[in-house]
C-alpha cells in the first residue's frame, strides 16, 4: 500500500477528499431524513393538516430524491472507488510483475554476474596459471641456460685445462725429445770424440810406433857393439829430444849390467841425431822418448 501511495500520490489523495466528503454527506443527509417538528396551527386544524401532509409528502419526495440522488452519487462514488481499487489492484499487479520481472531480470543479472565473475574468476585463475606455467617455464628455461652455461664453463674450463696439460706434455715430450736428442748428440758426439780419439791415439799410437821403429832403427844403424860384449844384452834409455829430432840428453833408466854395453848405446844415440820425429804438434809425444835397446830384436 505504502509503495502504492509512493507511486500515485495524487489518487491517494483524491480518495480521501472523496471518502471525507461523502462521510459528511451523509452526517448532513441523516439530519434530512428526520421527521420536521409539525407547529401547532391556530387555524383550523383539517386544513392544516391537509396543507402540511402535502409539504411534507413534497419534503419527503424531495428527500427521497436527494437521497436517490445521493445514493447514485454515492453508487457512483463507489463504482469509481471499486474502477480505482481495480485499478489500484491492476496496478498493484502490474507493478507485482514489473517487480518479479525486476526481480528476474536482477536474478538473472545476478546469475549473469556471477558467471561472469565466476568466469572472470575462472579466467583469472586460467591467466594466473598460464602466469605461473610460464614463470615455471621462463624459470626452468634460465635454469636450463645457467646449467648449459655452466656446462658450457666447465666444458671450456676442462678443454683448456686440458690442451694445457697437452701442452705441457707435448712440452715436456718436446724437452724430453731435446734432452733425449741432446743425450743422443752427446753420446753421438761423445761417440765421435772417442772414435776420433781413438783413431787419434790409434794414429797417434801407429805414428810413434813408425817413428819409434825409425828411431830405433837409427839408432841401431849407429850402434857398434863393444868387442867385449856378448850377446843378450838390452838396457832401458830415456831420451829427452828438441824439436827438429835433436837429443837434449841420454839417460839409461834401466843399466844392461855392462858398463860398455851401456855407454855404446847412448853414443849410438848421439850419433843417429837428429832422430826422425814428427813436426808441429807431433812432436810432443816425443819430446821425451822411452824405449828398451835390444839388438837382439
Known amino acids: 500500500m505504502l509503495e502504492i501511495l509512493k507511486r500515485n500520490p495524487l489518487a491517494?489523495?483524491?480518495?480521501?477528499?472523496?471518502?471525507?466528503?461523502?462521510?459528511a454527506f451523509l452526517i448532513v443527509g441523516v439530519d434530512w431524513l428526520e421527521k420536521p417538528v409539525?407547529?401547532?396551527?391556530?387555524?383550523?386544524?383539517?386544513?392544516?393538516?391537509?396543507?402540511?401532509?402535502?409539504?411534507?409528502?413534497?419534503?419527503?419526495a424531495r428527500l427521497k430524491a436527494a437521497e436517490e440522488k445521493k445514493k447514485a452519487a454515492l453508487r457512483k462514488e463507489e463504482k469509481r472507488?471499486?474502477?480505482?481499487?481495480?485499478?489500484?489492484?491492476?496496478?498493484?499487479?502490474?507493478?507485482?510483475?514489473?517487480?518479479?520481472?525486476?526481480?528476474?531480470?536482477?536474478?538473472?543479472?545476478?546469475?549473469?554476474?556471477?558467471?561472469?565473475?565466476?568466469?572472470?574468476?575462472?579466467?583469472?585463475?586460467r591467466k594466473a596459471a598460464a602466469r605461473k606455467k610460464a614463470e615455471e617455464k621462463k624459470r626452468k628455461a634460465a635454469a636450463a641456460r645457467k646449467?648449459?652455461?655452466?656446462?658450457?664453463?666447465?666444458?671450456?674450463?676442462?678443454?683448456?685445462?686440458?690442451?694445457?696439460?697437452?701442452k705441457r706434455r707435448k712440452a715436456a715430450e718436446a724437452?724430453?725429445?731435446?734432452?733425449?736428442?741432446?743425450?743422443?748428440?752427446?753420446e753421438q758426439k761423445a761417440r765421435e770424440e772417442a772414435l776420433q780419439a781413438q783413431l787419434e791415439a790409434e794414429r797417434a799410437a801407429r805414428e810413434r810406433d813408425r817413428y819409434g821403429r825409425a828411431i830405433k832403427l837409427k839408432i841401431e844403424d849407429n850402434?857398434?857393439?863393444?868387442?867385449?860384449?856378448?850377446e843378450g844384452l838390452s838396457c832401458e834409455v830415456r831420451v829427452r829430444l828438441l824439436p827438429g829430432g835433436g837429443v837434449a840428453a841420454v839417460t839409461i833408466t834401466r843399466s844392461s849390467g855392462n858398463g860398455a854395453f851401456?855407454?855404446?848405446?847412448?853414443?849410438?844415440?848421439?850419433?843417429?841425431?837428429?832422430?826422425?820425429?814428427?813436426?808441429?804438434?807431433?812432436?810432443?809425444?816425443?819430446?821425451e822418448l822411452?824405449?828398451?835397446f835390444d839388438p837382439s830384436k
Open 262 to 287: 851401456d855407454r855404446s848405446v847412448e853414443q849410438a844415440v848421439y850419433k843417429a841425431e837428429p832422430l826422425p820425429v814428427p813436426a808441429g804438434a807431433g812432436f810432443e809425444a816425443f819430446r
Open 290 to 292: 822411452k824405449f828398451v
Open 223 to 230: 850402434w857398434l857393439r863393444p868387442s867385449t860384449v856378448g
Open 81 to 125: 472507488l471499486a474502477d480505482l481499487k481495480r485499478k489500484q489492484q491492476k496496478e498493484k499487479k502490474r507493478l507485482a510483475e514489473l517487480e518479479k520481472k525486476r526481480k528476474a531480470r536482477e536474478k538473472a543479472e545476478a546469475a549473469k554476474r556471477a558467471k561472469a565473475k565466476k568466469k572472470a574468476e575462472a579466467e583469472k585463475r
Open 147 to 166: 646449467k648449459a652455461e655452466a656446462e658450457k664453463k666447465r666444458k671450456a674450463a676442462e678443454a683448456r685445462k686440458k690442451a694445457e696439460a697437452e
Open 38 to 60: 409539525q407547529p401547532r396551527p391556530n387555524v383550523d386544524v383539517v386544513q392544516a393538516r391537509v396543507i402540511d401532509q402535502a409539504r411534507i409528502d413534497a419534503e419527503v
Open 175 to 186: 724437452k724430453r725429445k731435446a734432452a733425449e736428442a741432446a743425450r743422443l748428440a752427446a
Open 12 to 23: 491517494a489523495v483524491i480518495a480521501v477528499v472523496m471518502h471525507i466528503a461523502i462521510i
